[in-house]
């Protein structure tokens, strides 16, 4: 099983819409978890960071559950600016700032 | 304010050659990381050091790959011989660790990556 588990999309959606992407982490001991975007051809870049009771930030809000293992980012009002890939990334427990990086999941909003 | 730089952008070599990846992280950051992303694997960590010492290199697939950083402004990560399936974007990253012991939210600011090609 994969460390960090995300549907590949694409998900293709009308501008204004609401969009939901889940991730499953395998290691329970994982303590920090985080949401990065990535644009096309480049860096991956820091959307926000997720905390077990659950945080928001502006459209984006991001939840923890623990019992199940998964995180999810939810982006209400999707502008076209919104498409990208999102990577969910978990830190490798055993200390430090090993990250682990989903595949991401391709988001493509249209008019 | 500089953010990660790394160089080349792209570069393109026969089988068989050295190639040298080069990067200057944040001022101040202490950690430094190197990521290979291909579209089947996504991002790997290959290596990461902390105050420029390495501290966890078992992502390196291989010996034809090797990281130095030999100061705290500048990493380098060398690939003797290159090889076709080594063709992928790398990406160079830094953070400022305060605990390298304790899982820590501070971000990792990454560079533009380099796109290398081995024909």
């Known amino acids: 099983r994969k460390e960090v588990e995300q549907d590949p999309g694409p998900f293709n959606v009308p501008e204004g819409a609401t969009v939901a992407f889940n991730c499953t982490y395998s290691?329970?001991?994982?303590?920090?978890f985080f949401w990065y975007r990535q644009d096309c051809r480049k860096e991956p870049k820091l959307l926000m960071s997720v905390y077990s009771s659950g945080n928001e930030d502006g459209r984006f809000t991001a939840q923890l559950n623990r019992a199940s293992q998964y995180i999810s980012l939810l982006i209400r009002d999707s502008k076209l600016s919104d498409s990208a890939t999102y990577l969910c990334?978990?830190?490798?427990?055993?200390?430090?700032?090993?990250?682990?990086f989903g595949t991401g999941t391709q988001l493509k909003v249209e008019l | 304010d500089a953010g990660v730089i790394q160089s080349p952008r792209h570069e393109v070599t026969e089988m068989g050659q050295e190639v040298t990846l080069r990067c200057k992280p944040i001022?101040?950051?202490?950690?430094l990381f190197w990521y290979r992303q291909t579209m089947m694997r996504g991002l790997e960590l290959l290596i990461y050091?902390?105050?420029?010492?390495?501290?966890?290199d078992s992502g390196m697939p291989e010996d034809r790959f090797s990281a130095k950083m030999p100061n705290a402004s500048f990493s380098t990560l060398k690939i003797q011989p290159s090889e076709p399936r080594d063709s992928a974007v790398y990406f160079c990253a830094s953070s400022s660790l305060r605990d390298r012991l304790l899982p820590s939210n501070e971000k990792l600011f990454f560079g533009s990556g380099t796109q290398l090609s081995v024909l």
């Open positions: 001022s101040g950051h202490n950690s």
């Open positions: 990334v978990v830190n490798r427990p055993g200390g430090g700032n090993k990250l682990t």
């Open positions: 290691n329970s001991a994982s303590q920090s």
């Open positions: 050091f902390n105050n420029n010492v390495p501290i966890d």
